[in-house]
Nanobody, 121 residues
Framework: EVQLVESGGGMVQPGGSLRLSCAAS????????MDWVRQAPGKGPEWVSS????????NYADFVKGRFTVSRDNAKNTLYLQMNSLQPEDTALYYC??????????????WGQGTQVTVSS
């Protein structure tokens, strides 16, 4: 059974940082490109970032470029998202997902259960 379990969310003040993790199991993680997706209350899901299977190529949505960094540790079957300079508009549920097409939100059944990030003073 494919499982993606996110962790590391929480509440942080504007300008703060968080590091999200996603533990993967049930598939060959080291062979699969991965995404981060987010969904704010009352809004549709947004693609945030992608990383290729090896970890050597990444891509970011314009609204996080320069602030967020995606990485992976294939030996630990874990995906990461380092988020710096967080702003209130970054408040959302953050999901890791198996990637299908870079830059596009994959189907819901490709996502984990999500971790909440709240940015507020």
């Amino acid at each position: 059974e494919v499982q993606l379990v996110e962790s590391g969310g929480g509440m942080v003040q504007p300008g703060g940082s968080l590091r999200l993790s996603c533990a993967a199991s049930g598939f060959t993680f080291s062979s699969v490109d991965m995404d981060w997706v987010r969904q704010a209350p009352g809004k549709g899901p947004e693609w945030v970032s992608s990383i290729n299977w090896r970890g050597g190529t990444t891509n970011y949505a314009d609204f996080v470029k320069g602030r967020f960094t995606v990485s992976r540790d294939n030996a630990k079957n874990t995906l990461y998202l380092q988020m710096n300079s967080l702003q209130p508009e970054d408040t959302a549920l953050y999901y890791c997902a198996r990637s299908i097409i870079w830059g596009r939100v994959p189907p819901r059944n490709y996502w984990g259960q999500g971790t909440q990030v709240t940015v507020s003073s």
